[in-house]
């Protein structure tokens, strides 16, 4: 929610400004020519924005691809029409909200019985600077689903992946993780809470994650990557009308969702990735994180505290 160029105030600036930010723009775009007949995909939050494009170029190159969302009468809408564009016929709907560890459960039981293999798993879906509030299981919005969540999902899934070896699981992160920190004696905001920084936090988790599953799947066949998409025009600025007002000021910086889209497509694809496992990319390139992402230590004491919060083993 942060921008990576500032604008000058001198507007001689202003050229030199949109120049860089087309380059920008231009920039990390997949160019793997990896096809997917016979291949599972799963995208969560795919029926908007980035899930959405990254969903629509996984059809067309021939994946089974599903489609997890909370409003499935709208999924069935961008199914429709990945299946037009794409001619995929293979484009399925299932409902998943991640605020609900019983919905997370029921999607995961009937995937599994629905399905032989699991491929490729984007964790894309999230929340962005929500007022104050619970998950169905109590959790603080943004850690609940865009960390808690997905922690389920994939621990559900694992198994499948494993069984459908090699695989990939790509977590949508953020550059907003750098003003992240995990405040164990706070994790669910009741003590303080800012919208904005509680975003932050929920993105340090992911790459935290990221890193502790990749640890954990060494050998396993299956490799995990954590991603920052860009500056994306999507709704997840919903909640937010200053947002809103300064991805219109600043709309020739913001990526289009087809173009945030590309990293996690890079991640999901490109042969030979397999040795940057754990890592985390932007523009389809390794990326810089924060010294907190970097911590094993708190990358284990999360995992630990997420699987006691679920109810899930500590192995």
């Known amino acids: 929610f942060f921008f990576e160029t500032v604008l000058p105030c001198h507007p001689g600036w ?5 120049s860089d930010c087309r380059k920008m723009l ?3 775009i997949c160019t793997s020519t990896v096809q997917l007949p016979g291949k599972v995909a799963l995208v969560t939050g795919a029926n908007t924005g980035i899930g959405k494009e990254t969903a629509k170029e996984l ?3 021939g994946a089974r691809v599903y489609l997890a969302c909370r409003d499935v009468q709208k999924g069935e809408l961008v199914a429709r029409e990945i299946q037009t564009v794409t001619g995929n016929e293979q484009v399925l709907v299932r409902k998943l ?3 609900d560890t019983k919905s997370i459960r029921a999607f995961a039981e009937g995937f599994l019985t629905e399905e032989k293999h699991l491929h490729i798993l984007i964790n894309n879906a999230g929340v962005m600077m929500c007022p104050y509030s619970k998950t169905a299981d109590g959790f603080e919005m943004h ?3 865009n960390h808690l969540g997905h922690f389920l999902l994939t621990h559900l899934l694992l198994e499948k992946l494993k069984e459908s070896a090699p695989s990939r699981i790509v977590n949508v992160s953020s550059l907003a993780h750098h003003l992240g920190r995990i405040h164990f004696h706070n994790l669910q905001g ?3 809470y800012n919208a904005s920084l509680a975003y932050c936090h929920s993105k340090l988790a ?11 799947l060494k050998g396993s066949g299956v490799t995990a990557y954590s991603v920052h998409p860009g500056t994306v025009q999507s709704e997840l600025v919903r909640h937010s009308s200053f947002m809103r007002c300064m991805w219109w000021l600043f709309s020739f910086c913001i990526k289009t969702p087809q173009q945030g889209a590309q990293t996690s497509l890079y991640c999901a694809l490109t042969e030979g990735l397999e040795i940057l496992n754990g890592k985390h990319f932007s523009d389809c390139h390794v990326a810089w994180v924060s010294a907190q992402a970097r911590n094993e230590t708190i990358a284990r004491r999360l995992w630990d505290v997420s699987c006691d919060l679920l109810g899930l083993p500590m192995d």
């Open 14 to 18: 202003s050229a030199v400004l949109f």
């Open 26 to 28: 231009s920039s990390g």
């Open 59 to 61: 059809a067309q190159r």
């Open 97 to 99: 909200d991640l605020s």
């Open 143 to 145: 850690i609940g689903v």
């Open 190 to 192: 009741e003590k303080f």
């Open 206 to 216: 992911n790459i935290l994650f990221t890193k502790e599953l990749a640890r954990r």
